[in-house]
């Protein structure tokens, strides 16, 4: 646990400590704004990618050998982001980094296979809560970092405890189910289903970041953000059948078809999607709220956006782990119905009121305790639901569903922020108004209610599974 909780913690870290760099870095590579948040984007996108597809090589070849080897690759990425002179280069270390994103599922497989029914729970909220220790670390430490010793520095920190911990990995990690996997490997990869996986979910995220842009005031460019948006998700609709027909046929799929059917799993999934809408359809938009001018904003700048946001990253830690606890004394289902009512009741009051700082970051205190029962719950119910020799493949799917939550959400609140402008007397240019801010607000308190009713219905559906596994 303590392995797996600093591989997650060096890689959340390193991704925060960069948010306040990004002007810099549009600064020192001579780029636009929006180009530099392919910087970003490029890392999600990659990550989500290759989630599912990582999750099929551990159930394969085992999950220390997978594990190591992205390690492996996640320091080379590290080490070029560090090196890079133009943004051509930054972006494909960003794309080698967001194989990195694919070590969750394989950590989470860990965890199931270490830890007995009743405590994974308990291991699950540690590992989970480390996401919201190593974004605390980051955001302390990045301007600071950023201030003293330079952008380049937020990547070359990292080499060298990823060195430490891949040598601690391949000494001291040992996992039972290696033996079991070597005996599988005769089966080798999909490599048909891989490649159109690839490139179906690739067309779709980048459609996914280019939809703001349709209704950006620029005409020539939103004629052709259009035309290669429309294209993309042509593109990707039309590869979805070709993959399941892939799958249908192959030997040893990438994805299991059953585990996207299954009547627990799949609303599972879906609930986790909708969980990382609502954590990212605000990161998106809170920092705009309160650096944009006075009357649109607060007129603030990054120490207060990230004084705001501070309050929900500690939540998120102390609650993730208290949340494992409380599931292995009362079950998953409990904590996750009561976690999607509490994160829609700060939404609604996030939607209703937030006309000061210190309101929104009490709003989101109660949206952090919401979310971190209902993300732990929600995964404990795919954890537990899933055949541990399948747990890499599941996790994968779910790991994936999470990551387009967490692109989806960027999109809603970037097309809204950018479809309702207002422009400030004596200052240039236009801002987000208040109107954008109110529909951000209230489509994440429908998407809220929309996780309440996803968590009943998982819960009937798995009060029969559990009542014969008590018979059993």
């Not at 929600?378 to 387009?404: C, D, Q, R, Y």
Request: contains cysteine; aromatic residues 10%.
């Amino acid at each position: 646990m303590i392995i797996l909780s600093s591989i997650a913690l060096i890689t959340m870290y390193g991704e925060t400590m960069l948010i306040p760099a990004i002007p810099n870095l549009v600064k020192d590579f001579e780029i636009a704004y929006n180009t530099s948040s392919w910087i970003l984007t490029a890392y999600l996108i990659t990550g989500a990618v290759m989630t599912p597809i990582v999750g099929k090589l551990s159930d394969t070849y085992g999950k220390k050998k997978v594990l190591v080897i992205i390690m492996v690759i996640y320091s080379i990425g590290t080490l070029l982001g560090g090196i890079s002179t133009n943004i051509m280069t930054m972006v494909v270390s960003r794309i080698i980094q967001g194989i990195g994103i694919a070590m969750f599922p394989v950590a989470f497989g860990i965890i199931r296979e270490k830890f007995p029914e009743k405590k994974l729970a308990i291991g699950q909220g540690i590992f989970t809560s480390v996401f919201a220790a190593g974004s605390v670390v980051g955001l302390g430490l990045g301007a600071a970092v950023v201030e003293h010793f330079g952008w380049r520095m937020t990547f070359l920190s990292i080499i060298p405890f990823a060195a430490i911990l891949l040598f601690i990995i391949i000494k001291f990690v040992h996992i039972i189910s290696e033996k079991l996997a070597s005996k599988t490997e005769n089966e080798g990869i999909d490599v048909k289903g891989t490649l159109t996986l690839i490139v179906m979910l690739s067309s779709f995220l980048v459609a996914l970041t280019l939809l703001p842009e349709l209704v950006s005031y620029n005409e020539n460019h939103n004629n052709n953000s259009l035309l290669y948006t429309i294209a993309l998700f042509a593109l990707s609709a039309a590869l979805l059948p070709v993959f399941i027909s892939i799958q249908k046929r192959a030997k040893s799929p990438l994805i299991d078809l059953q585990l996207l059917k299954d009547i627990v799993l799949l609303p599972t999934n879906i609930l986790i999607m909708t969980i990382g809408i609502s954590i990212f359809i605000i990161y998106q938009s809170l920092p705009i709220l309160i650096q944009s001018p006075q009357p649109l904003g607060f007129g603030g700048g990054p120490v207060e956006a990230a004084s705001v946001q501070l309050p929900f990253m500690i939540l998120t830690l102390i609650v993730s782990v208290s949340s494992g606890f409380l599931i292995s004394k009362i079950g998953n289902t409990k904590p996750t119905i009561m976690g999607c009512v509490i994160s829609t009741v700060g939404f609604f009051l996030l939607f209703i009121y937030h006309s000061t700082e210190f309101i929104i970051a009490v709003e989101l205190s109660v949206i952090a305790i919401g979310l971190s029962f209902a993300e732990i719950g929600a995964f404990n119910i795919v954890l537990i639901s899933t055949p541990l020799h399948l747990s890499g493949t599941s996790l994968g799917i779910t790991m994936l569903l999470f990551l387009i939550g967490m692109s989806v959400g960027p999109a809603i609140s970037g097309i809204y922020l950018e479809s309702f402008k207002s422009s400030i007397k004596g200052i240039d240019g236009y801002y987000p108004s208040t109107v954008s801010y109110d529909m951000i607000f209230l489509t994440a308190m429908i998407i809220s209610i929309f996780s309440i009713i996803l968590t009943i219905r998982v819960t009937r559906k798995l009060s029969p599974v559990i009542s014969q596994k008590n018979r059993y």
